[in-house]
């Protein structure tokens, strides 16, 4: 059993990206805070499963991605509307906006490849143990998702 | 060699596989599109990195240097309060008559008027006279 501060060590560093991935896969900061809250609570209960097959941030992360999925899969839709802009600190860019409005429209898989991709920069095998792939799938996906995405914004022009 | 279409520019761009490399190198299109797909990763990534750390408490503000001077002072006023024991006042000597008996007592501050109360309970006003004698 991994120690409560050996855990709140090796997993707060990363909250970042996990707060990051929650967002976009959602585009609601609270949400998104809401859940990032639940992939800790989360890891923190199964971190006795913990392998260390892969860091501690992607482990993470995958607990969150999942947790996102499961969101969307919800038949509420009002995550996908942008939330008041009550706090200026969390009031998104044009350009967050812009990207967050293709991110939207894309289907979760291409979604949450291009954010852990082009968003949170990770490795194809990090990516394949988040999205339980072989990393040869990752690429294709990856191509299909960037396709899928050009189109949308070729049509929007916002590129 | 391979065509458009049949190339997955991902893997070149991510610069997991080489093999597009050559093809880009000559194809106009190809290279369009890879700038299509930089634009579209700077698209997704925003306008700055997520350096967003886990939410702490914020910092308290220094204590301003009159503050703690302040504190200081009212910590050692109560240590002296506590440690230092009250002076009395001084005590005061009065001379009661009451008939032919004279008693002389010795009073501190406000207990003076407390015993002079208490005397009159037991004698009657009019018979007791006071006079003080002088301090200590």
Not at chain 1, 76 to 82: A, G, N, P
Not at chain 2, 49 to 56: A, H, K
Not at chain 2, 101 to 123: C, F, K, N, P, W
Request: glycine content about 4%.
């Amino acid at each position: 059993m991994v120690a409560q501060s050996d855990f709140e060590r090796a997993c707060l560093p990363c909250y970042g990206r996990v707060l990051h991935l929650c967002q976009r896969m959602l585009g609601s900061r609270a949400l998104a805070e809401e859940l990032a809250q639940d992939t800790y609570l989360k890891a923190f209960e199964k971190r006795a499963s913990f392998r260390g097959e892969s860091s501690v941030a992607t482990w993470v992360l995958s607990i969150a991605h999942r947790l996102c999925l499961d969101q969307i899969r919800k038949p509420t839709r009002e995550l996908l509307v942008q939330e008041p802009r009550e706090n200026p600190v969390a009031c998104p860019e044009p350009a967050r906006l812009e990207s967050q409005e293709l991110l939207n429209r894309l289907s979760p898989r291409s979604r949450s490849l291009l954010i852990l991709r082009a968003g949170l920069e990770l490795s194809y095998a990090e990516i394949g143990r988040i999205l339980e792939m072989p990393v040869n799938q990752v690429g294709v996906y990856l191509q299909r998702a960037r396709k899928e995405a050009l189109e949308i914004a070729r049509a929007e022009k916002m590129l | 060699m391979k065509n458009c279409h049949e190339l997955n520019l991902s893997l070149y761009l991510d610069g997991e596989s080489t093999e597009a490399a050559e093809h880009v190198a000559h194809c106009p299109h190809c290279q369009a599109e890879l700038e299509e797909m930089r634009a579209l990763d700077r698209l997704i990534r925003g306008p700055g990195p997520p350096t967003l750390s886990w939410p702490r408490p914020a910092p308290r503000a220094p204590i301003k240097l009159w503050l703690r001077a302040a504190l200081v002072l009212l910590c050692l006023g109560t240590l002296t309060h506590l440690l230092v024991p009250p002076a009395l006042p001084k005590p005061e000597r009065h001379q009661v008559s009451h008939g032919h008996h004279s008693y002389t007592i010795e009073v501190r501050g406000e207990s003076a008027q407390l015993l002079q109360m208490d005397i009159e309970d037991e004698l009657g006003t009019q018979k007791v006279t006071y006079a003080r004698k002088g301090t200590n």
